[in-house]
């Protein structure tokens, strides 16, 4: 059974820091390239950043230069660092595994950046 499990929501001040997770099981991790994607209310899902199989990172725009993506493959995981909030960053934020011929979706975990 695959199962991608975000963690790390809360509240943050603007300018805060925070750090999502994301632990995988029942995939061959190595092999899958891992995504942040984002959904605030009223708006669509988006891409944050990606992170490649062999390490290669994407940010959308909108964070780059304040979020970093990063894997570790002995642990399964995949961690989106986010520095410098700001309200419009507020979300849920959701994993997502994909390879050629398979993807999958955590649960998502909501923060809010507010003062």
């Known amino acids: 059974q695959v199962q991608l499990v975000e963690s790390g929501g809360g509240l943050v001040q603007p300018g805060g820091s925070l750090r999502l997770s994301c632990a995988a099981s029942?995939?061959?991790?190595?092999?899958?390239?891992m995504h942040w994607f984002r959904q605030a209310p009223g708006k669509q899902r988006e891409l944050v950043a990606t992170?490649?199989?062999?390490?290669?990172?994407v940010y959308a725009d909108s964070v780059k230069g304040r979020f970093t993506i990063s894997r570790d493959n002995a642990k399964n995981a995949v961690y989106l660092q986010m520095n410098s909030l700001k309200p419009e960053d507020t979300a849920v934020y959701f994993c997502?595994?994909?390879?050629?011929?398979?993807?999958?979706w955590g649960q998502g975990t909501q923060f809010t950046v507010s003062s």
């Open positions: 997502h595994a994909r390879r050629i011929g398979s993807l999958y």
């Open positions: 029942g995939i061959i991790f190595t092999s899958y390239a």
């Open positions: 992170i490649t199989s062999t390490g290669t990172t």
